[in-house]
């Protein structure tokens, strides 16, 4: 695995910038609730524990540090237990699962496009971890499993035009029924099947969200928003983007996607998977256009990289299900995220390191 290669970098606090908005889901489901977070450390993980604690839930949070850092949890460290080891070892998962109500299975070997297409079996061993983390969870007794799924999921061949990706465009009981993303979609895909099979074997209230393109603080280098702004960090001029600059992603404030995975668990319980992204397609030059106009710098020149793999052609959700099931819809738009997301990376790297360690910041999760 990769991660280990990286030096930490400076001072990731997790406070940050979103104080001001309200996470708690404004019900009391939470309180006293024994929750386990998988992948608790992570860049999404870190703020969906930071929502649960303030909503009264009592938190354990199982990671192997892989990708994740403590430091993402320097908020909410006294609050919150911690087991650290591999999860696909069914020891480790026997003791994060033991005595928890609720577990949100994030842990996951995963990267932006560049580390998912260079990394396959690496991505295929997140088979096994959700597997050995379902079994030990339904056997230790939980009550409810929310499974971070992927809009990776989704068949590839209908993402080269733009048409907003909906739950069904993926099924299991059609034959061809599914086209999944690389190895990564794959397994998420297979996790989510494999939920849906211990919801009926076991009746466990099962949940699985699709997670379109996330950003947010904490996020790393290897994800293509942070990408951009690492390089305008650094001023890279000529300014290189992956692809020719006209992909399109989702792009999804972190915690509007923390607040779909609590909305899910709160209100799927037969593993209906519900997508969580914004419906709009922004394109990377916009992308880079918002996060230039946040720092106050503009590149003379671009060079676009269309060698690099940039996935697939568009991708945006379609919401209808999120907005039904879950009475979901996202708060923060393009420009708020991204003013949130530029200052707590400016507050937080130092602009020598991301110059002198952009390459392998950008490669390596
Ligand atoms: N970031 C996105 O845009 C996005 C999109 C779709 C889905 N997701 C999913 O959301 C979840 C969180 O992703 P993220 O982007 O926040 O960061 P991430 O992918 O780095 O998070 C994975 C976490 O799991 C931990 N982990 C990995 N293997 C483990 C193992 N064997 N045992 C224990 N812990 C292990 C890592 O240390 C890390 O903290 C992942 O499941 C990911 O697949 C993320």
């Known amino acids: 695995m990769s991660g280990g290669e990286r030096s930490e970098p400076v001072g990731e606090n997790g406070a940050g910038p979103d104080a001001d908005r309200g996470s708690a889901s404004g019900s009391d489901e939470w309180t006293g609730e024994r929750v ?4 608790g450390a992570s860049f999404i993980g870190s703020h969906l524990v930071e929502d649960l604690v303030a909503a009264g839930a009592d938190v354990r949070v199982a990671d ?21 080891g591999n999860l696909k070892r069914r020891s ?13 299975h994030l842990a996951a070997d995963h990267g932006g496009r560049g580390y998912i297409a260079n990394y396959p079996a690496n991505c295929t061993t997140n088979m096994a971890l959700s597997n050995t983390v379902f079994e030990s969870a339904v056997q230790n007794g939980a009550e409810r499993i929310c499974f971070a799924s992927s809009a990776c999921v989704y068949p590839t061949d209908v993402q080269q035009e733009r048409r907003r990706l909906r739950e069904d465009m ?3 009981e059609e034959r061809g029924g599914a086209y999944a993303d690389e190895t990564y979609g794959w397994a998420k895909l297979m996790g989510e099947l494999s939920l849906q099979a211990f919801h009926e074997q076991y009746g466990v209230d099962a949940s699985a969200v699709r997670i379109f ?22 001023g890279q001029d000529p300014f290189r983007i992956w692809g020719d600059g006209g992909q399109t992603r989702n792009f999804t404030y972190v915690k509007d996607i923390t607040r779909a995975l609590r909305l899910a668990a709160e209100n799927v319980t037969d593993a ?8 709009e397609y922004v394109s990377i030059d916009e992308a880079a256009e918002a996060i230039f106009e946040q720092l106050d710098w503009y590149p003379e020149e671009r060079d676009y990289l269309t060698d690099k793999p940039v996935g697939v052609r568009h991708r945006a959700a379609d919401t209808t299900r999120a907005e039904e099931l879950l009475g979901w819809e996202p708060e923060y738009d393009l420009a708020d995220g991204i003013e949130r997301t530029v200052e707590w990376y400016t507050n937080n790297r130092d602009r020598d390191y991301v110059r002198e360690n952009l390459e392998t910041l950008l490669h390596e999760r």
Do not use: Q
Request: charged fraction near 20%; aromatic fraction near 8%; avoid cysteine.
């Open 170 to 172: 993926v099924s299991f």
């Open 64 to 84: 192997d540090l892989s990708s994740g850092s403590m430091a993402f949890l320097s908020a909410v460290e006294d609050r919150v237990e911690f087991v650290e």
């Open 213 to 234: 393109t996330a950003y947010g603080p904490r996020e790393n280098e290897t994800h293509a928003i942070i990408a951009l702004l690492a390089k305008a960090y650094a």
């Open 92 to 104: 480790v998962a026997d003791e994060a699962t033991r005595g928890m109500d609720t577990v949100f």
């Open 36 to 39: 386990l977070v998988t992948g």
């Open 272 to 279: 209906t998977p519900v997508n969580a992204g914004i419906s």
